[in-house]
């Protein structure tokens, strides 16, 4: 399934990407600055729209399919310094406060753990860090949307992988402790309905 799963995810988010998400991602990364880890990388999607200016770049993914194809795509980025590890996100191999900007797109709908995840992202950021945040969530203010994100939860998961669909990571972002400076809640154009429902923004770890 992991091998499938990486095989289908570029053409699956295609129409997505060319409908605005790659937009999203390009504005979203704009902010990034300095140190930058970017965790749950997945096939690379991101990797055409850091800036050149960051110091180094170093991507985290668990799934090693999904690595494997983020590898070969690595020289499209435009920063000198990248590289890329195999890590779960609940158990970042860096030591605290290594990095001034973390970026975590279309992650955190997957791990299994939200709370953990979030506090080793907090964990290795220095003070004043930054989260760039894009994430698919439940469709809050839309009953009938949720209802059926809840239905096909259970299934979707197993064949997407581990990827909740009526998580609310805007709340979970602020539990974690940090600030979130900027939001924006917006629909995901020609994505499926059950995961339409997107937030994307900059948070500061708290002080």
Request: hydrophobic share 45%.
């Amino acid at each position: 399934m992991s091998r499938l799963f990486a095989a289908i995810y570029d053409p699956f988010m295609r129409r997505a990407e060319q409908a605005g998400l790659a937009q999203w991602r390009a504005e979203l990364l704009e902010g990034a600055a300095g140190d930058v880890l970017e965790i749950g990388a997945g096939t690379g999607a991101n990797l055409p729209f850091y800036p050149p200016s960051i110091r180094r770049l170093q991507l985290t993914e668990p799934d090693p399919d999904m690595l494997a194809r983020l590898r070969r795509r690595m020289n499209v980025a435009r920063v000198p310094d990248v590289q890329a590890a195999l890590s779960a996100v609940d158990a970042l191999p860096f030591d605290d406060a290594t990095f001034d900007t973390v970026v975590s797109t279309l992650v955190l709908c997957s791990v299994p753990d939200v709370a953990r995840a979030l506090a080793e992202v907090g964990r290795v950021l220095r003070p004043g860090g930054r989260l760039l945040f894009l994430e698919h969530v439940a469709a809050e203010g839309r009953p009938a949307r949720l209802a059926w994100q809840r239905r096909i939860e259970p299934f979707w998961k197993h064949v997407s992988g581990n990827c909740h669909l009526t998580r609310r990571t805007g709340e979970s972002i602020r539990t974690a402790g940090f600030v979130v400076e900027r939001e924006t809640r917006e629909s995901v154009r020609s994505a499926l309905p059950i995961v339409r429902p997107s937030i994307r923004g900059v948070a500061r770890v708290g002080t």
